[in-house]
């Protein structure tokens, strides 16, 4: 498996998931509940296990559920994960929470002897200077972002763990990287949360109290690509079912706006009215991130989700869900 190329990497290779226990880690998040969402469409068994049952961070727990529970499929969608100040303000739950969380999920998965492992990371592996579009080959080519880099570190120690057991015991473990994500079940904190569940809250609140300025943090010039969950949790179903390959692979839409530009088209998706101003004394964060996907294009699977549209359902989302929202 060593020293694959993007020709053998785009090669079709097929597993089938149907009639297989799969156990999604982190059912509860955004990620992994639209995971839950995307496979229960295909004819496989959906385990998860819930905070209270078990504690992803404690390695007896883990080894114990796996053996117990027995998954033939595994997804890593599991992690601690927030935008640029929750990075800054937790380093060692963004560091050690996801060290540990990945290390017990896929040592436990190799130790039951798990068919098919997916990992996922996100885009903020790449160094901060990093060409752009992002490939995958810029791992590890440089210094990477100050403001993620304990989430980041985490991540890859993630890929480079299933890469170490795909080499050393031939398991079929492979790790996606997505790109900056928004969608149903987001985390709506007023400043953990990302970009998009930040603006889409904070242009809400203006509304509804008719305010006629709201703040948006940094410059607005830095560029970030978004992708709708469900197109994420619809790649994974693709990667699990026709990808087999040591490399990570991107999973974006490949385009990228200014935080400017998607702060003006959150502000027309709520439809407030009022002015956005900026807070230059929040950082920026990276300059670009957006995804060079060429590598997923090739193996046929792309997004399908336009932004206007895939933030109009992500709006409709947050407003039937509000109550528990602002619990
Ligand atoms: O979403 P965000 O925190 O993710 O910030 P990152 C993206 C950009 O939006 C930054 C700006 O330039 C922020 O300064 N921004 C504007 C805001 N208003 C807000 C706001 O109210 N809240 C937030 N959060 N940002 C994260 C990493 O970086 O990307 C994570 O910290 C992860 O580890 C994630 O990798 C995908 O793209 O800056």
Redesign the pocket.
């Known amino acids: 498996m060593a020293g694959e190329n993007v020709l053998s990497i785009a090669r079709s290779v097929t597993y089938d998931i149907s009639g297989k226990r799969i156990w999604v880690t982190g059912h509860r998040g955004m990620v992994g509940s639209a995971v839950v969402r995307r496979l229960s469409r295909e004819s496989c068994e959906i385990v998860t296990a819930g905070r209270t049952t078990l504690d992803l961070r404690r390695q007896a727990e883990v080894e114990a559920w796996v053996a117990a529970n027995r998954p033939q499929v595994v997804v890593v969608a599991a992690a601690k994960v927030g ?3 929750a ?1 800054a303000t937790y380093p060692v739950d963004f560091l050690y929470d996801n060290l540990a969380i990945e290390a017990n999920v896929i040592h436990a998965a190799f130790k039951s002897g798990v068919e098919k492992l997916l990992f996922l990371g ?3 592996i790449y160094p901060r200077e990093a060409p752009q579009p992002m490939a995958e080959d810029a791992l590890l080519s440089g210094p990477l972002e100050p ?2 880099e304990w ?1 980041a570190v985490a991540k890859i120690a993630g890929i480079k763990l299933c890469q170490a057991y795909r080499r050393q015991h031939g398991c079929d473990f492979i790790s996606a990287m997505p790109t ?1 994500l928004y969608g149903p079940g987001d985390n709506f904190h007023p400043t953990d ?3 998009p569940a ?2 889409l809250r ?1 242009l809400h609140e203006a509304k509804e109290a008719a305010l006629s300025e709201v703040a ?3 410059s607005g010039q ?1 560029r ?1 690509e978004f992708l709708h969950v469900d197109d994420l949790a619809d790649a994974c179903a693709f990667l699990l079912k026709s990808y087999s390959g040591e490399s990570h692979v991107n999973v974006g839409t490949g385009e990228d706006v200014t ?1 400017a530009d998607f702060a003006e088209r959150v502000r027309r998706v709520v439809g407030w009215e009022g002015r956005l101003v900026y807070d230059t004394a ?5 300059p670009r ?1 957006v995804l060079d996907v060429s590598r997923l294009a090739a193996m046929g699977w792309r997004a399908a989700t336009p932004l206007e549209e895939g933030l109009r359902g992500y709006y409709r989302w947050f407003l039937d869900n509000i109550d528990h929202i602002r619990q």
């Open positions: 935008g640029i100040h990075n996100s885009s903020c403001t993620n989430y900056n949360s990302h970009v930040a603006l904070r948006v943090w940094g830095p970030r935080i929040r950082p920026d964060g990276p991130k």
